[in-house]
């Protein structure tokens, strides 16, 4: 991987039907182009991935784009719920959607058992609650030096993993910083990794707490600008604070966001 | 006199079970408001943690989500949240904890994932999040929600976080779990013993009788009920600048 | 903790006889002089922890100030031998040394099991090697969702870690950049925690892959400009390489090493 | 013309084993060695790694410890020891691990770690490193390590790191194992089937009666054994330039 492509060509050669994808972004860096890319293409029955499904998922959902959901939190944060998914699950709008659920936590080590090529993460979590029910993703282990009992999560490893960075170099290597989430073990968990940045630099800045993930664990990088709104990219765009408030009215209702859609050139992709 | 609502003595109670120098962890909504409230007022070495990586956030103004750019930008460090789950709220450097919920019971567990059947829910919520670990973990919890009996349960639907267990026993979190449950009506402590919720403290002009109404369980009261002093003025106007986004009154 | 303090009082008061006591660097930031204080303070019978023992630990030991050592590498990096350890080892001077042996990636996962809290990690590892047979620090888990058997590391809680790293700001954070190692992880793990640092500023400027460390997390931070020599604090020191290459002389011999002591104020605290 | 010696020739067999491409994780010492001259000669495009956590080195001198900063100071990316252990090491990620030996066995075990008993040993030596895991899950492994009848023993005192196991049958690493052994008389493979290390190739001037005498077992040899090219000058030169901590002639 060195020269960047096109967005429309990373996703035709990257993400297949059925694929379990990964979006991530924990509300900074959101790759929303590529997702609605992912849905031009109409691709379908995948299984997504991500630890706060946001505004970015609920569009995909809603145009039928998922089978399945892999997530921790469901919510527009700060404003609500969100409505697609909540259609989805509550009345398999525009299908049914199949929910694997998480806590931060947990996601957040299976996608790290998932960077390591383990099968699976201990952690400190889930003792108690009904989560635990999941027992095909959520289980539990005996420390064999103590006798503890701990929580296991099953390892996440995407087909792909599309993220949003604010940088490339010449040689295709991928620099972002800011809030970085759980972008790079979601990357290193993938089998193939599509990056959207906002541009390519001769030399990488310096910048603390910066994520710097080399060109060979990368399928493709691609350069898009503002790639990530209504989300944002610290010290290129600000949080459109706005369209996450006017969101909750356009997804409430299967109408208005289906107008939405199509003024956005996302058809519905589903068997709605 | 500045006139203020349920909801301003809320989030005022709550910012003030925080001390100078905690550890906090903050999530969406009210704890947010809260947390940057004593941070403002009488706690402003209190040491802001949010779950998307940042530790010691200083925001300028209220943050609208948890990974607002402020946060990066004003933090000590910021870190991966994989670290964040395993090294600081798993490892137990969390003095404070704030959870919301959506439905909670008489001991303290926590909701916040389905009305209904988990496979098949009439309402889906938005899950559990980064709360069960907090709840296991924090040195304290600090519920804050507001009362009523759709809310306060004899069974929650879904057991999200726990707090004391199913019948208020089978804590096996290494923090001490949900000290407190602050409402609109007043504020709940878990009896020493039972771990039954009991309200010991009403806000100002709420009564027993009303409190009693918004639960929907026999609530249990101590036997001195205090009254949670009304929001002072300077509670009040920072509370407002925190709504209106305006960095605080120096 | 805000003020630096003096490293003699930070070591007088955080380590003590008897400790675990992890100092780190992996070969970059080696706290030298923190080391040279805890020898002059005569403390004894410590359990020393740490990936790559070094000098700093050859002359420890040398010393007689270590019952146990906790490692995984235990040369002198492009030397050769580190002769006061295999002295320890071999030939039981200044006295016995027990051993508790790890791969890198072994030790590397209890630090992080230890910093979280945890009581064991699981990595890809040991498996047939004779190291398994420590059965007291390495065993096996078997995964809950596909079977299959890996290595399980018993966690690493020091009493206290002590590294060097290149600044603190006026409220006694810590920053450190270049290799980092598993600084942040013994830190983390440890009860408490030592950092000499090269200076104090005002503000810490931008680093990528820098690591920080919050005040809070921090027992007490002593300023020691070149601390780490014969190591190298990276933008403020060069390694000392013909110190290292000098040391296999020095330490070859008991008697070139107790005069190397000597010279240097490093009296030995054992019964030898 | 100019001289070589047999370590030359080690250093330089070695070198040629890696391609332009390869992700290359490299130790202190002839490893450190081999890997710079096949940057500096065929494979430019070899990327380095360390376990310190420098990813993508560039290193314009030899480095003197895999710790050195000009290896954090040209590297694509630095990470922690933990995270090169598990997301780079451990996750498969390394094409080429070169390890060296103190002891090895017909089946390719290797002992870095004591001679004698481990609780008690004649000779400590420096340990395991980072080698059991590089072993176990680098794509292949290839050892260099001078022969002779001390290191190549019929039975390792310890198995710091697995090979093809006790009987050759026993790997279960994810990884092809060491698929190469370069000494300074020739180049050892494994058989196919046994996995039993067998001479296959040896350097120039040296003779497989030698080679046996050089080795504790008796020696597998190859139907057809070949002969190693002697160095090139440019090979030569550039390792000079090493050892001399030169920078590359350009």
């Known amino acids: 991987m060195t020269n960047p492509v096109p967005l429309a060509e990373a996703i035709a050669k990257h993400v297949h039907d059925g694929d379990t994808v990964a979006l991530e972004g924990f509300t900074h860096l959101i790759p929303f182009a590529a997702a609605h890319e992912i849905a031009r293409q109409g691709r379908r029955h995948l299984t997504l991935v991500r630890m706060t499904p946001d505004l970015v998922y609920d569009q995909l959902i809603g145009l039928g784009v998922a089978d399945e959901l892999v997530f921790s939190y469901g919510g527009n944060p700060g404003v609500g719920s969100l409505h697609r998914l909540r259609d989805a699950v509550e009345n398999h709008w525009p299908h049914r959607l199949a929910v694997h659920e998480h806590s931060h936590a947990g996601l957040a080590n299976a996608y790290t058992a998932g960077a390591a090529r383990l099968p699976f993460a201990v952690l400190r979590g889930y003792r108690g609650t009904d989560l635990e029910e999941q027992r095909d993703i959520i289980s539990r282990v005996t420390c064999p030096f103590t006798g503890e009992e701990l929580a296991a999560v099953k390892a996440v490893n995407p087909d792909v993993t599309v993220i949003h960075a604010q940088l490339a170099d010449r040689d295709g290597n991928v620099m972002l910083w800011g809030i970085t989430g759980v972008q790079r073990e979601a990357v290193l968990a993938a089998q193939r990794a599509i990056v959207t940045v906002e541009e390519v630099v001769d030399e990488f800045p310096e910048h603390t707490g910066a994520v710097i993930l080399p060109n060979w664990v990368l399928s493709a990088v691609s350069v898009v600008p503002n790639g990530t709104w209504p989300s944002y990219a610290a010290d290129y765009s600000v949080r459109d604070n706005d369209f996450y408030q006017q969101w909750d009215a356009i997804s409430r209702d299967r109408g208005s966001f289906l107008a939405w859609a199509a003024a956005n050139d996302l058809k519905e992709t589903a068997d709605a | 006199m500045p006139e203020w609502t349920s909801a301003d003595m809320m989030n005022v109670a709550a910012a003030r079970e925080l001390s100078d120098g905690d550890v906090c962890l903050v999530g969406v909504g009210p704890p947010n408001l809260a947390a940057n409230l004593a941070r403002r007022t009488h706690a402003p ?177 101590a036997d001195s009920v205090r009254v949670v002093p009304p929001p002072t003025d300077i509670e009040l106007e920072e509370l407002r600048r925190l709504r209106n986004r305006e960095p605080a009154d120096a």
Request: hydrophobic content about 40%.
């Open chain 2, 45 to 221: 070495n209190c040491r802001l943690v949010y779950e998307s990586g940042a530790i010691d956030a200083k925001p300028r103004r209220l943050p609208l989500s948890i990974g607002d750019d402020d946060l990066a930008a004003t933090a000590t460090a910021v870190v991966s949240v994989p670290e964040m789950f395993n090294f600081w709220v798993g490892a137990g450097r969390i003095d404070v904890g704030f959870l919301g919920a959506a439905q909670i019971d008489r001991y303290g567990n926590i909701n916040t994932t389905v009305i209904g059947d988990h496979a098949d829910p009439k309402v889906r919520l938005p899950g559990a999040g980064g709360a069960p670990e907090i709840a296991a973990a924090a040195g304290r919890v600090i519920v804050i929600v507001k009362q009523s009996p759709r809310t306060f349960v004899e069974k929650v639907d879904f057991v999200s976080s726990v707090g004391y267990g199913p019948t208020g026993q089978e804590r096996d979190g290494r923090g001490a779990g949900p000290t407190l449950v602050i409402t609109d009506y007043g504020v709940l402590e878990p009896d020493p013993e039972t771990h039954e919720l009991t309200l010991t403290r009403l806000h100002e002009g709420v009564t027993v009788e009303e409190a009693r109404a918004a639960t929907g369980w026999d609530l249990k009261v």
